[in-house]
């Protein structure tokens, strides 16, 4: 039925794929209608297949394995998947889900991550074994450079430390591009941005972030280091940021 000839009965079966106990099969069979071109293109189909995807949300990420490329119906629906698994209740099993992507085309690997993250609660329990850390560190080199903090963010918050040192070179990285007076302010702007989102619970990264912040600072500078704060969930945010008011140019008030 999947393949049937007629668009209006692949649509349907999505539709009750949606509604069906969520199986290895259900989460399978979604990711190959969405290979499909002619159903990637198609008015409904994919979002049909969004619904039915987060219903058999593990086994659809897990068929993600594969080294082909995807499509880009795939990999949209890869993150909103991802962000609907990191919510629910089989979440736990995150990491070693990650690590059966450790062959899977980079681009998957940066939509799981990235949809993992953005729906990712801090309430959830990850038991992290040696052999998930080696997996991680593996997946760590396959990942384009922008989603690299994603997941060193990740697993430093279900508690491994091996990461905890990638966090620390990363944020010390993006300070440097941050001050470097060379880069473009957009550029500088961009690292203030990534600094903050990267550990958006710290307290200390908003002091560095402010620190930055003197008369000598180019505006645009200024302006994006501001806006990087509200990227921010540190318990001090409010409180720093009023005590440096004075401090700040009428401009950047």
Known sequence: VLQDSNLHVRLEAVLALADFPATEAGGRAVFEIL????????????DAAISAAANH?????????????????????????????????????????????????????????TGLSQGWRDSTSVKL????????????NRLSPGVKGVLVRLATTWGSEKF????????????????DESRTDAERSAAARQLAEFLSHDDKVVTQLLDEVSPRTPPNVVTGILE?????RAKTLGTQVVDRLELLTPAAR
């Not at 040696?130 to 991680?136: A, I, K, M, Q, S």
């Open 35 to 46: 290979s499909d071109r002619s159903n990637a293109a198609d008015r409904w189909i994919p």
């Open 57 to 113: 949300s593990a086994s659809f990420l897990r068929s993600l394995t594969g080294s082909r490329p995807m499509n880009d119906r795939v990999l949209q629906t890869a993150v909103l998947v991802a962000n609907h698994y990191a919510r629910s209740s089989e979440a736990s099993g995150a990491a070693d889900l990650l690590a059966r992507l450790k062959q899977a085309d980079q681009r998957v690997v940066d939509a799981v991550v």
């Open 129 to 140: 074994s040696d052999e998930n850390d080696r997996d991680l560190e593996t997946l760590l």
């Open 164 to 179: 905890e040192k990638y966090a620390s070179v990363i944020s010390d990285s993006l300070l440097t591009n941050l001050r």
């Open 228 to 232: 990087s704060l509200e990227l921010s």
